[in-house]
């Protein structure tokens, strides 16, 4: 398979499951913002600093404003990031791969495009904005769903999955820091706090199967334990390593990535998580997306160069 193809394909998938992680984070944010009746700087840098985009915004604005924020990361091309361009970007990638692509898929990610572009030009109310999020999140999975069911077991598909879950992956660390973050900034009770990862899970659509999942009391380290190491569920963080691993695997069964994956599993499932010691949690995390960042590194050299 030609790299360039593999390449286009790769972040294809990447850009649109950004965009779904992306409209995911910040419906969670404005609904606890809105629960908690927390303050715009409390509420929204720790979404900013988990992205790295924290510098950026405050070069281009003066204070942490929510309707600024959203449109930040909705329609602001200045952020490489925003949904925006990671749309344009799959679209782009998706012209020049579209033979490759079920005809279906093609229509799925037109329609999010048309849909998308037309609420844009538009002034959007806080209400508009979430509605126009959520139909990102339906359009994003429509193409996916298309893919899965209409695509062969084939090289390109391979590198579809492997671009979404290493894109899945980096967003769901994250969401994990965003939070964290969040929790270490205000004075609320262990009960607000709580309501703060539930909602963490709902945001993701992981509530329902957390209860499933687990037998005990509703807490924040079981939330953490859950979104870190369960193996079942499609977007824990050891469940995409393991769909990483598979698809490397699938692309070329001798190669060298294995080890790296292996040790970032072994890091995910040694950790031990204290609840008075949300600083070494973070520690944590960023040491997994940096290794995260390196195997995406490495993928890039030995597939695409």
Known sequence: MLSRRAKLIFWMSRYLERSNFTSRLLITTCELQLDLSLENEIS?????????????????????????????FISNKENNSSIINSLNYSKENSLIVRDILPEQSILKLNELLIKFNKTINRKNSNKKNLKLLSNIIQGSQNF????????QRNIDY???????????????????????????????GYEYLTLEWINILKSISAFQAYRQHSKKDISILDIIEFFLKTKIFPRSINWNLNQIERAIFRISKKNDLKKNIKEI?????????????????????????????????????????
């Open 265 to 305: 599993q072994r890091d995910v499932n040694n950790f031990k998580i204290k609840s008075d010691d949300l600083d070494n949690f973070l520690l944590f995390l960023e040491k997994i997306q940096k290794k995260i960042v390196n195997l995406d590194n490495l993928v890039q050299k030995k597939y695409f160069s």
């Open 144 to 151: 996916m769903y298309s893919t899965d069911l209409e695509m």
């Open 44 to 72: 929204w840098k720790p979404l900013l600093t988990a992205m790295s985009l924290n510098k950026d915004y405050l070069k281009l604005n003066k204070k942490y404003s929510e309707k600024k924020i959203i449109e930040f």
């Open 158 to 188: 391979q590198f579809l999955g492997l671009g979404r879950f290493i894109e899945r992956t980096d967003m769901l660390i994250r969401i994990l820091q965003s939070q964290t973050l969040r929790s270490k900034q205000h004075k609320k």
